[in-house]
């Protein structure tokens, strides 16, 4: 009886489940080494050297591009700010010039003329 209730216990728990992990590992774990290796090679603790020869070539063309981007944001950088100090010379200029003129008597003539 209490043999019959174990199997009725045991076909239950098969059927309610899902996947058994560790009835999966312990079929890869019985061919000893090779399942070992099977096993780190699906979970992804041991890869292949090509694969990892891809990954390392795949990372240094991603630093070169980092490399390139930044140089040029760097020259863009640099632009801009010289751009601003031209500016900021030329608005100088115009508000001495019309201080200038101010000071001779003329006034600004305001356009009012639209675009």
């Given at each position: 009886m209490t043999h019959n209730m174990?199997?009725?216990i045991a076909a239950a728990?098969?059927?309610s489940s899902?996947?058994?992990?560790g009835k999966i590992l312990g079929q890869f774990?019985?061919?000893?080494v090779v399942g070992l290796i099977v096993v780190l090679l699906i979970i992804g603790?041991?890869?292949?050297?090509y694969v990892?020869?891809?990954l390392i070539t795949d990372k240094d063309g991603w630093r070169a591009a980092y490399e390139t981007e930044r140089d040029a944001h760097q020259a863009t950088r640099q632009?801009?700010?010289a751009a601003q100090a031209s500016a900021e010379v030329a608005n100088e200029q115009g508000q001495a010039m019309v201080r200038l003129l101010e000071?001779?008597?003329h006034r600004p003539q305001t356009s009012t003329r639209s675009a």
């Open positions: 174990l199997w009725v728990e098969e059927a899902g996947p058994d992990i774990a019985q061919y000893g603790v041991l890869v292949p050297k990892m020869n891809n632009q801009l700010s000071e001779f008597g």
